[in-house]
């Protein structure tokens, strides 16, 4: 398993976003990494896009059947966040002047990733979840038998998502929902906003949004 890294923004940075990416996000990843300045104040900021192999295999907590097409999804999630731990977030060293806050996101599958990758490891203190796949089988079980190791946690959807004939993927806005309410109960500073529109429009703008969310908390 290989993955490339693409650096955005100021490396020497103490603010790290890591988002996981496939081809289409890194044709707008220029656009995201626009929006972010914009609605940051122009805040500095370091982002590593990382690009996956296999987007159903290497973001999948868990194996399961698959819902649209004809590929399954594959349980590559926790080498993928091996890989990050080791070769893409900085390690706590002790008598370091200045740690970085590192904030975790990404879209769909990824900001499904991302929302796991937060159960796992408190090295993130923010997860930016936007319009994940949260519709994937037995996730919101997950959550409630599991406990959020970041602070915060932002999740977003647009409005016509749920708007299928698929009957798995119908029941992203219940799901969410759910899976918001799991996160304030427990404690997290967690937020849901819905977008206008379908899961495939500006999800650039949206992935910005939610990285920006973590970025201008107090």
Known sequence: MTFT???YGNPES???????????????????????????GDEQFCLRAVSVNSWNRD??????????????????AARTLTY?????VPDRKAGDQAEKTVFLGGYSLAGLFALWAGYQTDRFSGIAAASPSIWFPHFTGYMRENTMRAEAVYLSLG???EKTRNPVMAQVGNAIKEGCSILTDEGVDCVL?????????????????AFAWLMNRP
């Open 159 to 161: 409005d016509r998502e």
């Open 193 to 209: 906003e819905w977008n206008k529109g379908n899961h495939f429009k500006e999800p650039d703008l949206r992935t910005a949004k």
């Open 5 to 7: 890294v693409h650096t």
């Open 84 to 88: 990050l731990l080791e070769e893409v």
């Open 14 to 40: 103490d603010i790290l976003l890591v988002q996981m990416v496939d081809d289409h996000d890194m044709e707008t990843i220029e656009q995201e990494t626009a929006y972010i300045r914009e609605l940051t």
């Open 59 to 76: 973001l999948s907590p868990w194996p399961a059947p698959p819902v649209f097409g004809k590929e399954d999804f594959g349980d590559g």
